[in-house]
């Protein structure tokens, strides 16, 4: 038996993942551009606002998003240290 918006959270966007996400706009790559932040948080804030969905549809949608995040951060960080490592031989 389903409850109506008995499944729903009402968790506000914290602040630390707004932070997270807006370093995230930094672009390095082709893989993130300016508009990654709002797409992030557009998707977070869909998912978490879903009233269709279980608490566990929610946490599986959360841990895909979540991975989907830091494999970018960590393209980012490589192709940071890439581009370090380039700059550091060259001079």
Avoid: C, G, W
Wanted: avoid cysteine.
């Amino acid at each position: 038996m389903k409850m109506m918006n008995s499944n729903k959270p009402s968790i506000p966007a914290p602040t630390v993942l707004q932070k997270l996400i807006s370093t995230t706009s930094v672009r390095v790559d082709n893989s993130l551009s300016k508009q990654e932040p709002t797409r992030i948080y557009r998707t977070f804030h869909s998912i978490l606002y879903s009233s269709r969905k279980s608490y566990h549809q929610i946490l599986q949608s959360l841990v895909k998003e979540i991975h989907v995040l830091t494999s970018s951060i960590a393209r980012l960080l490589v192709t940071i240290q890439f581009q370090s490592l380039l700059s550091s031989n060259i001079q």
